[in-house]
């Protein structure tokens, strides 16, 4: 269905960006407008719970949404201070604007990016 475009922005396919290092991260940060990133673990129940919400966001909003698995990219999470997931660090214009620690709710998560898109 979505492709990936060569020039890099996977932000346009409307789907979470699985990302694997800081390198990786920091390219969509420095790509894009509003970057909401997701650490999370696949063992985490909360973790799994926001995964509809946080899909929702990445075809619903002008956000890029990357996935960080924390397991898999330890160093990178705790550059972030991430010490629990799941935890959503929201980026706006590059810089980090938002932490949020845990659950949330789709319309709080709504609000808050659209508060640094519109």
């Not at 475009?5 to 694997?20: F, K, L, Q, R």
């Not at 706006?92 to 808050?112: F, M, N, P, W």
Request: aromatic share 6%.
């Amino acid at each position: 269905m979505a492709t990936e475009p060569s020039d890099g922005h996977a932000a346009a396919t409307g789907e979470p960006i699985y990302v694997d290092g800081e390198e990786a991260l920091d390219q969509i940060v420095a790509e894009n407008d509003v970057v909401l990133a997701d650490f999370y673990a696949d063992w985490c129940g909360p973790c799994q719970m926001l995964e509809p919400i946080v899909e929702t966001l990445a075809e619903e909003t002008e956000a890029a949404v990357a996935k960080v698995d924390v397991d898999a990219n330890q160093m990178l999470a705790s550059s972030y201070g991430v010490r629990g997931v799941p935890t959503l660090v929201l980026f706006a214009d590059g810089e980090q604007v938002e932490e949020i620690v845990g659950v949330q709710g789709e319309d709080r998560l709504r609000s808050l990016i659209e508060s640094y898109t519109n």
